[in-house]
């Protein structure tokens, strides 16, 4: 029986040998030397009221540049990148940190988990033209709510590309003067007929308007009957 028991344990040990006797110790494995940025983006839910659209950047493993396509009219005093690193990997500055974009140098330092370090620099490039032609909503800035008292406006329907104003009864509508507001994609927007200058709206009458970068154009239509007392 003992030397069945000795039998017994060996077998033992050597099954432990072979299957490891339990989780592997991650300690085992050599620090990861992982130390790249993957992701580089500019949202406007973390840049509100100054980024439009999101902006996705360019990124270059080879040179360690991230080029980042932005419009002229941004801010660039505080801007809130949003970054993914490889894994095991911290980024400085951090992902959402406020960066001054004004600066000519701007650089992003990737430690990985063995301490090697890569340093990125973000490039700008102020030529970004926005692709959207929305006609958000139109005002009549002369003519105003019988019951509020605000300019007449209207939300246009995006769906048939189309706008009611109602005005009062005593309105002249061969000469109103509307005021367009655009989507805030539709930034720089032009249109073939411009606010601020009359229009005989005793018909429909159709605005053209084409996106900054020219290569959309949506045509709206806008429509005035009036109030009767």
């Not at 932005?70 to 809130?80: A, S, V």
């Not at 959402?96 to 990737?110: H, P, Q, R």
Request: proline content about 7%; some cysteine.
């Amino acid at each position: 029986m003992k030397k069945l028991s000795i039998y017994f344990s060996a077998f033992l040990c050597l099954v432990c040998i072979c299957f490891g006797c339990g989780s592997e110790d991650v300690s085992d494995y050599p620090p990861s030397n992982m130390r790249s940025i993957v992701r580089f983006t500019l949202n406007p839910a973390q840049n509100g009221g100054n980024v439009y659209v999101q902006h996705i950047a360019t990124i270059d493993q080879s040179k360690k540049t991230i080029t980042l396509k932005l419009p002229p009219h941004l801010d660039l005093k505080n801007i809130r990148p949003e970054i993914v690193a490889a894994p095991w990997s911290d980024v400085t500055p951090k992902s959402l940190e406020a960066i001054d974009f004004s600066a000519d140098l701007i650089e992003y330092t990737v430690v990985a988990e063995s301490g090697k370090k890569a340093v990125y620099e973000v490039i700008k490039d102020m030529t970004y033209q926005y692709a959207a032609c929305q006609l958000y909503a139109v005002t009549f800035p002369g003519v105003a709510d019988p019951e509020t008292g605000e300019p007449i406006r209207a939300i246009c329907n995006e769906n048939n590309k189309t706008a009611t104003l109602k005005v009062p009864a005593n309105t002249d509508i061969t000469k109103l003067v509307p005021k367009f507001e655009l989507s805030p994609e539709s930034f720089n927007a032009s249109f073939d007929k411009p606010d601020g200058k009359a229009y005989d709206f005793t018909d429909p009458v159709k605005f053209a308007v084409t996106s900054e970068d020219g290569k959309k154009t949506a045509t709206y239509t806008i429509t005035v009957t009036t109030i009767q007392e």
